[in-house]
Antibody
């Protein structure tokens, strides 16, 4: 059974940093591109960042470019999102999801990031 | 990054048919089509269809998708109470090298 489990969310002050993790199981992790998608309270889905199966190619939304870094460790079946210089508008539930082959077929339950003083 | 355009809300009666639209451009929807996702309050999104009416197993046959130019459509027939949810479209934008989402359509079943 495919499972994606996010962790690392929490309350952080503006300008602070957080590192999110997405632990995957039930499939060959390195075969799939993965993405982070966020959803601000009461708002729609926003793609944040994606990474190829090998980790060589990375992609970012303009809203996070230069502040967020996506990475993966295929030996640990885990994807990461390092978030720096956080702003209030980064407050959202952050989901990890598979985004290649059959895009968006599996999602985690999400982890809440709150940026507030 | 410009997103895809979806109507904010659609309301239809029980057992009626709803058609939701998603408009992009030749770099995204017009290129590889769109995926459609359903989201109930408090839950992660669920994939309904991807690229030209491919439905994952377990998705109701009451759902179908189509595309005309840069506009993708999701049609749900025989609306049921459980169809009331938010629906999002998504496509890879080959010009932006980014995934784009629509703003979502809230479907209300009366």
């Amino acid at each position: 059974e495919v499972q994606l489990l996010e962790s690392g969310g929490g309350l952080v002050q503006p300008g602070g940093s957080l590192r999110l993790s997405c632990a995957a199981s039930g499939f060959t992790f390195s075969d799939y591109g993965m993405s982070w998608v966020r959803q601000a309270p009461g708002k729609g889905l926003e793609w944040v960042s994606g990474i190829s199966g090998s980790g060589v190619r990375t992609y970012y939304a303009d809203s996070v470019k230069g502040r967020f870094t996506i990475s993966r460790d295929n030996s640990q079946n885990t994807m990461y999102l390092q978030m720096n210089s956080l702003r209030a508008e980064d407050t959202a539930v952050y989901y990890c999801a598979r985004s290649s082959i059959t895009p968006w077929d599996y999602w985690g339950q999400g982890t809440l990031v709150t940026v507030s003083s | 990054q410009a997103g895809l355009t979806q109507p904010p809300s659609v309301s239809k009666g029980l057992r009626q048919t709803a058609t939701l639209t998603c408009t992009g451009n030749s770099n995204n929807v017009g290129n590889q089509g769109a995926a459609w996702l359903q989201q109930h309050q408090g839950h992660p999104p669920k994939l309904l269809s991807y690229r030209n009416n491919n439905r994952p197993s377990g998705i109701s046959e009451r759902l179908s998708t189509s595309r005309s130019g840069n506009t993708a459509s999701l049609t749900i027939t025989g609306l049921q109470p459980e169809d009331e949810a938010d629906y999002y479209c998504s496509a890879w934008d080959s010009s932006l090298n980014a995934w784009v989402f629509g703003g979502g359509t809230k479907l209300t079943v009366l």
